[in-house]
Every structure is written in C-alpha cells, then in structure tokens.
C-alpha cells in the first residue's frame, strides 16, 4: 500500500498530503485505475485525523486526479483515456479503412510540438498570429512560400501570384466561385476526385466528362468538348490522377495547353495528391502560367488536419481571387500559416516528404505481393486502382468487402455525369496505420476476388 511522506512539508496537513498524493499521481508512481489507501489506515498510518485525510482526498478530486467510486473508495483516474475520448471523432468508420487517402504519421508529431513550444516563445509571433489581416497574408509567411515553390518547381515564381488557402478543396471552392456563375460548364476527366464533382453540382456548375484512356485525358475529346460547349475551366489532376493514379505524359500536356488557350480556357491543375520524389514533374503551370491555376496542399504531405493549402495563379486574376478569398472566409488562420512556415524553413516538411517515400515504397511492395499493377502510365502515390475480372463491378464489390470489414472507394464514386464506370475499386494504401492492417486487408481483397471470379 503506498504511504506518502508528509513530514516536512509547509502548510496545513490536509494541503500536504493532497500536495504529496499528487505529485505521486503525476510521476507515476500511483498509476492510474490504482486505489488510495483507505481513510482509516491512512489516519492510523499518518498519525492525522480521518477528517484531515477526507478533505485531502476532496481537494485531489477537485483537482482532477481522482474519482470515488461508490462503496468501493478512491481510485486515481486514467486521464489518458479520458483525453483519448475527448479526442474521439463523432462519427467513426468501423474496419479496415483502405478509403481514405491520408498521410502516414510519422514524425509530425514531434515537429508540431517543437513548433508550439518554439511559438510559446516568440511574443512577435503571437501576438501576429492573433490579429486580422487581409486575403494575402503575412510578408514573411509569403516570402517564405515563394521560395519553397521557386525551388521546387525549378523557375522563378512571383510573390504576388500567392495565395494561402485552407487546403485544397478550399482551393477550388474559391476558384470556380470566382471564375464561373451557375450554369457555366467545367470540363473534367471523366473520373476524378469525387469532391469537386460534388463542389460543382452543390454551386449548380455543369460538368462536362472528358473521355480517358491508359494515358489519361484524350486531348481530340477535350477540342471536341471545347467546341460543344465553350466551357469556362478545365480541371485536370495531371501529376498523379484521382482516382486512377495516372501521370498524364508530356506530349498530352502540350497538346492540352495548347487547346486550352486556342480556346481560351482556364487550367486548374490540382497537384494535391502524394506523388513521391521520383516520380514530380515540371507542372502544367510552370508551362502555361496565364492560363492556369495550380493547387497545392499540405494535407497529403504532412497532416491532413492542417488544412493549409495555396493557389498559384494569374497575376492579372489576382484581385478577383482575393474578393472571392475574403467572401469564404475573411483571411486564412495566421496561426496554420505560420506552423507551415517553420516546417518550411526547418527542413521538418523535407524529412517529413522523405518518411513518407519510404513507408509507401515498403507499402507498395506489399500490394505487388498480392496484385499486379499493368498500366505502366501509373504513378505509385498514396492509391492503387485495382481493375476487377467479370462478372464484378466497382459497387457491388466494394458492398461485398465492406461486409468483410474492408472499406474501399468504387469506381462509381468517381463518375462524372453519364460517363461509363469501369469495374474497378480505389485502394488507399495509406488509410491503415499499420502495415499489417494493410496486409489483412488486401489479403481479404485478393480472397473475395478469387471466390467471386
Ligand atoms: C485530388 C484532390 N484534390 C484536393 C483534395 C482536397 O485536399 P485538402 O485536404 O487539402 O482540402 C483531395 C483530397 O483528397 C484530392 O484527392
């Protein structure tokens, strides 16, 4: 039975054993779910009255460290797990979730952490995070953007052509509210990411399916779709495609570009998604950049609770740009901003990139263990696109793995309007935490294809 020392201490007896159980509380040597001596004994041990051990036991609870259980005593509380639960999402996916697209958590933890305890003593800094600012920002928090793309895209970017955003889908929310008005047409893959179908038929935009094949968009379909029906944007996922994870090919993009401005359409050239070192290109906006909008985001590649994004665009559309910023949300959080910037300087979102290039190496190797990816157009990213043998089709197979406890995306989620969905299921190799998760999970995969070929 513990029984603390209270000889010595200052203050009245019942302060000191409270003080003494505490500090036992905090550095573990009462753990949590352990019961306190009872009052009694205590008393008898301490030589202190059984009402001096009653309020030292009310004030531990006052404090938050521990919690009487009717008829049974006083037991320490396991303040982890009732963090843990605060922290719990309201709405939860119960199996194995190879759907969702997330980084791995790696070391970012650590960096968030150094990162607030370096703000927790910059009184500039803080006091600039909490104040209001207009849609283009802090100077530094600029600069510091700029240079980082100028690098990474290998030319020369203008800081004027920079605007932070909460995040990608932030990105093109405000892009087509500032670029077209209800009714106008957007073209797009016919499959692509499910949210910006869903953007656009929630702001009442037409989308317009472009047709695709191993290569990615078929340029002679999208002139066919710009003379039809003189759209105002084309929305691409060229540098690794959502959902099939294909690159689209030089002699394309060239293509693209070039009917785009023939026509005088406007490129978003959406490069959220993870593309690992290896595999980054010279972005369309690095080619064509009066005529495109580039999204980039850092949910993909450090945390996707960021939610920090940014646009790079147009000079001569930059005004309408920061109206239709303001119009979403006033500016974006200095604070978020402010993180990135440091991760930015300090090299913590490089070594961040590199973990994840290797976890997906060994994740993707685990895949090729189990199938077999044919399309050699594709770009091993955070998602594989698994074509599916007769008679199955994307629905019913993700229903019959779901029943299994494997949550997948089909390929109907991805469909634009009328355009056909292949057989075919979206797997995240990056939704489960672990890699054997992974492995249970497309080994339950591989089992349901060969039962119901
Ligand atoms: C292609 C694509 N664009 C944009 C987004 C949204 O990015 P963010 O989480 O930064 O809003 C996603 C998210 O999965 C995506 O796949």
Same mark, same amino acid.
């Not at 003080?19 to 905090?26: H, K, M, R, T």
């Not at 369309?284 to 909008?293: E, G, L, Q, W, Y």
């Not at 913590?348 to 590199?354: F, G, L, T």
């Given at each position: 039975?513990?029984?603390p020392?209270?000889?010595?201490?200052?203050?009245?007896?019942?302060?000191?054993?409270?003080?003494?159980?505490?500090?036992?509380?905090?550095?573990?040597?009462?753990?949590?779910?352990s019961?306190?001596?009872?009052?009694?004994?205590?008393?008898?041990?301490?030589?202190?009255? *059984?009402s001096t051990?009653?309020r030292a036991?009310?004030?531990l609870?006052?404090?938050?460290?521990?919690?009487?259980?009717?008829?049974?005593?006083?037991y320490?509380?396991?303040?982890?797990?009732?963090?843990q639960s605060?922290y =719990?999402?309201? $709405? $939860?996916?119960?199996?194995? @979730?190879l759907?969702?697209?997330?980084?791995l958590l790696?070391?970012?933890?650590?960096?968030l952490s150094?990162?607030?305890?370096?703000l927790?003593?910059? &009184?500039?800094?803080?006091?600039?995070?909490? @104040?209001?600012?207009?849609? +283009?920002?802090?100077?530094?928090h600029?600069?510091?953007?700029?240079?980082?793309?100028?690098?990474? #895209?290998?030319?020369?970017?203008?800081?004027?052509?920079?605007?932070?955003?909460?995040?990608?889908?932030?990105?093109?929310?405000?892009?087509?509210?500032?670029?077209?008005? %209800?009714?106008?047409?957007i073209?797009v893959?016919?499959? $692509?990411?499910?949210?910006?179908?869903? $953007?656009?038929?929630h702001?009442?935009?037409?989308?317009?399916?472009?047709?695709?094949?191993?290569?990615?968009?078929?340029?002679?379909?999208?002139?066919?779709?710009?003379?039809?029906?003189?759209?105002?944007?084309?929305?691409?996922? &060229?540098?690794?495609?959502?959902?099939t994870?294909?690159?689209?090919?030089?002699?394309?993009?060239?293509?693209?570009?070039?009917?785009?401005?023939?026509?005088?359409?406007?490129?978003i050239?959406d @490069?959220?998604?993870?593309?690992?070192?290896?595999?980054?290109?010279?972005p369309?906006?690095?080619?064509? &950049?009066?005529?495109?909008?580039y999204v980039?985001?850092?949910?993909?590649?450090?945390?996707?609770?960021?939610?920090v994004?940014?646009?790079?665009m147009?000079?001569?559309?930059?005004?309408?740009?920061?109206?239709?910023?303001?119009?979403?949300?006033?500016?974006?959080?200095?604070?978020?901003?402010?993180?990135?910037?440091?991760?930015?300087?300090?090299g913590? #979102?490089?070594? *961040?990139?590199?973990e994840?290039? #290797?976890?997906?190496k060994?994740?993707?190797?685990?895949?090729?263990?189990?199938?077999?990816?044919?399309?050699?157009?594709?770009?091993?990213?955070? =998602?594989?696109?698994?074509k599916? %043998?007769? &008679?199955?089709?994307?629905?019913?197979f993700?229903?019959?793995?779901? +029943?299994k406890? *494997?949550?997948?995306?089909?390929?109907?989620?991805?469909?634009?309007?009328?355009y056909?969905?292949?057989?075919a299921i979206?797997?995240?190799?990056?939704?489960?935490?672990?890699?054997?998760?992974?492995?249970?999970?497309?080994?339950?995969?591989?089992?349901?294809?060969?039962?119901?070929?």
């Open positions: 039975m513990f029984i020392d209270i000889s010595g201490r200052p203050g009245p007896k019942f302060q000191a054993l409270a003080d003494a159980l505490a500090e036992a509380i905090e550095s573990n040597e009462l753990k949590a779910n019961k306190l001596p009872p009052q009694r004994i205590l008393s008898y041990r301490l030589g202190v009255t *059984v051990i009653t036991y009310q004030e609870e006052r404090r938050g460290l521990t919690e009487p259980k009717v008829g049974s005593g006083t320490v509380k396991d303040r982890e797990a009732e963090q605060f =719990n999402p309201i $709405t $939860t996916r119960s199996g194995i @979730d759907a969702v697209c997330r980084p790696l070391s970012q933890q650590h960096h150094t990162a607030l305890q370096e927790s003593l910059e &009184p500039v800094a803080q006091k600039a995070v909490l @104040d209001y600012y207009s849609a +283009d920002g802090l100077q530094g600029n600069q510091i953007l700029q240079q980082w793309l100028s690098k990474k #895209m290998r030319s020369e970017i203008d800081n004027r052509r920079l605007l932070w955003t909460y995040g990608g889908q932030h990105s093109l929310t405000t892009i087509v509210q500032a670029l077209t008005r %209800p009714s106008d047409t073209l893959e016919g499959l $692509t990411y499910a949210e910006f179908i869903r $953007t656009c038929q702001s009442e935009r037409k989308l317009v399916p472009v047709r695709m094949d191993d290569q990615g968009i078929d340029p002679d379909d999208l002139e066919l779709h710009c003379k039809r029906h003189k759209p105002r944007l084309l929305y691409l996922t &060229p540098a690794i495609q959502n959902p994870g294909i690159q689209l090919n030089d002699s394309r993009r060239l293509k693209v570009i070039e009917i785009c401005r023939r026509y005088k359409i406007m490129i050239e @490069d959220v998604l993870y593309c690992p070192p290896e595999n980054r290109i010279t369309i906006v690095a080619i064509a &950049p009066d005529i495109t909008f980039g985001s850092f949910s993909k590649y450090f945390a996707g609770g960021l939610r994004g940014y646009i790079v147009p000079l001569h559309l930059k005004n309408t740009m920061e109206k239709a910023l303001r119009a979403s949300c006033m500016n974006i959080s200095p604070l978020m901003t402010d993180l990135v910037c440091r991760w930015l300087r300090n913590a #979102m490089e070594a *961040v990139d590199n994840i290039a #290797m976890e997906l060994a994740r993707h190797r685990l895949f090729n263990q189990y199938f077999h990816q044919p399309n050699p157009a594709t770009v091993p990213g955070f =998602n594989c696109w698994l599916l %043998p007769e &008679p199955l089709t994307g629905y019913s993700s229903k019959q793995l779901s +029943d406890g *494997v949550v997948v995306r089909e390929a109907e989620m991805f469909t634009v309007g009328r056909p969905a292949p057989a979206r797997i995240s190799l990056t939704g489960p935490s672990s890699r054997n998760e992974l492995k249970t999970g497309l080994e339950i995969i591989k089992n349901e294809i060969q039962r119901s070929s």
